[in-house]
Nanobody, 126 residues
């Protein structure tokens, strides 16, 4: 069992930056692959970024590639999402998720992940 708590969301102007954090507790953090997803009003939850259990592999949605960076700190049991050059279309509730280190389910599908945080709101004004 893993408990995830996101933080760091807020209101920012277009072109600005935010860093989201996701603190994990309750199990061996380093054994889980982690993902960030987001959901805007009226839209489905969509994949943002993935990091493997050992941190050696990262993957991004095309919409955020080059602007967002996912990382993890095993000593702090925390995964981060650094978001730069934010755009109004990045406005959404952002969720972190934890899943097994290996899965046959694609990394970009919510079904790959077993545990989810409560989400943190990111609003980008134009």
């Amino acid at each position: 069992q893993v408990h995830l708590v996101e933080s760091g969301g807020g209101l920012v102007q277009a072109g600005g930056s935010l860093r989201l954090s996701c603190a994990a507790s309750g199990s061996t953090f380093s054994s889980y692959a982690m993902g960030w997803f987001r959901q805007a009003p009226g839209k489905e939850r969509e994949f943002v970024a993935f990091i493997s259990a050992n941190g050696g592999r990262t993957l991004y949605a095309d919409a955020v590639k080059g602007r967002f960076t996912i990382s993890r700190d095993s000593a702090k049991n925390t995964v981060y999402l650094q978001m730069n050059s934010l755009k109004p279309e990045d406005t959404a509730v952002y969720y972190c998720a934890a899943g097994p280190s290996y899965s046959r389910t694609y990394y970009y599908t919510p079904q790959r992940y077993d545990y989810w945080g409560q989400g943190t709101q990111v609003t980008v004004s134009s």
